[in-house]
């Protein structure tokens, strides 16, 4: 589903853009500090609700403004608008085919969209918000009733954790839907790991050349059942006003020869495992559900030597994607000549 156009409106220091893009390889070159990577960001944010360089919506509105907004078109096989719409102290707000979207997560369907970034090691380096979010992305793809068993469970969490601290008491009357839909969110994020094995040995051993495995952690005492768990952190529950137990505090350990990946490996081969979970999932959606998500590349050379990026970029042509990347370098062409060509120059941006 690529996006074909793109409109964006006071995101950072781009007070307004609009884009042409290609389906195959469109390069966004320009000097620093001229606006590449917000541009990246207001692409991201059709297919997420969110950036990926912070968790703060009113960061993205420039300075001065108000609201932000960006809107694209994706093309073949769906063409359809969607629009993401950010104003200051108040929830984003997402529409896709001019029809307000329930939830943000609705937007990953719309336009499937990943991003490899200078601050992707944080998928190895950080705890585990961000080891979920990827995880659940591709679920989203294979498993369309994953999205309702995920919203009604974050209610049922929210429910609680607010009774837990106004009436604890009658906090235990969520514990039903917590167990009804964590199983089955576990039950398909482990599904997805499953089947997402052999895509991912083979992706890690071409990129990274380690011993990396990927193991799900359910989020409570793995010899228990999330029932039984419930009542054993019931008390501890009670006293901090919060749900120590179920799939909201999941991870996906990345381990090697027995150790956690963050404590031994470098930065640049945690850039490289946090590439290769993006592309190996990228691999399975492509061939398993034949869905071809977007993928940005912000500034996709540094900190790899030439043999590292060679490897990447061989792993990157094979999926044959729709690319968006920036570069410093006007002459870029590593993934092969570029369909379209934008430069950006004092916040303004002009096809070549
Ligand atoms: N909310 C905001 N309002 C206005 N300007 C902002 C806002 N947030 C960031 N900026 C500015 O936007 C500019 C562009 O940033 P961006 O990160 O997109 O540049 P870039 O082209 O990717 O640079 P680099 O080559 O260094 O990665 C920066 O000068 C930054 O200070
Ligand atoms: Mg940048």
């Known amino acids: 589903m690529p996006l074909a156009e793109l409109a964006l409106e006071n995101l950072r220091c781009i007070q307004r853009a609009e884009l042409v893009l290609a389906p195959g390889i469109n390069l966004i070159r320009g000097p620093n500090a001229s606006g590449k990577t917000s541009l990246l960001e207001g692409i991201y944010l059709l297919g997420r609700g969110r950036s990926f360089r912070t968790r703060n919506p009113e960061r993205l509105i420039r300075h001065g403004e108000e609201v932000l907004q960006a809107m694209g078109r994706t093309s073949w096989p769906t063409n359809q608008r969607i629009r993401v719409k950010m104003a200051r102290h108040q929830p984003t707000s997402g529409e896709i085919a001019g029809v307000p979207a329930g939830s943000l997560a609705q937007l990953a369907q719309a336009f499937p969209v990943q991003v490899i970034e200078p601050g992707i ?209 006007p002459e870029e062409g590593s993934f092969g000549p570029p369909d379209r060509t934008f430069h950006v120059e004092q916040r303004r941006v002009q096809p070549v």
């Open 121 to 329: 090691h944080k998928l190895i380096e950080e705890a585990s918000p961000r080891r979920r979010r990827w995880l659940d992305w591709a679920v989203f793809h294979v498993e369309p009733n994953f999205i309702d068993s995920w919203q009604r469970y974050a209610r049922a969490v929210r429910q609680r954790n607010a009774a837990l601290r106004t009436a604890p008491d009658t906090a235990r009357v969520w514990d039903g839907e917590l167990v009804r839909h964590g199983d089955a969110i576990t039950s398909a994020r482990l599904r997805l790991l499953e089947s997402l094995k052999p895509y991912w040995a083979d992706t890690v051993r071409r990129l990274a050349d380690l011993p990396v495995d990927l193991r799900y952690a359910p989020g409570w005492n793995q010899d228990l059942s999330l029932e039984e768990s419930l009542t054993e952190s019931w008390v501890r529950d009670r006293h901090r006003g919060l749900s120590h137990s179920g799939p909201h505090r999941a991870d996906v350990q990345v381990r090697i020869d027995g150790h956690t990946a963050r404590d031994i490996l470098s930065r640049g081969q945690q850039k490289l495992v946090a590439t290769a979970m993006v592309l190996a999932q990228l691999k399975m959606l492509g061939e398993r559900m034949a869905l071809v998500p977007t993928l940005l590349l912000d500034d996709p050379a540094a900190e790899l030597d030439a043999e590292k990026l060679a490897r990447f970029v061989e792993q990157v042509k094979s999926l044959h994607c729709q690319l968006v990347l920036t570069s410093l370098n």
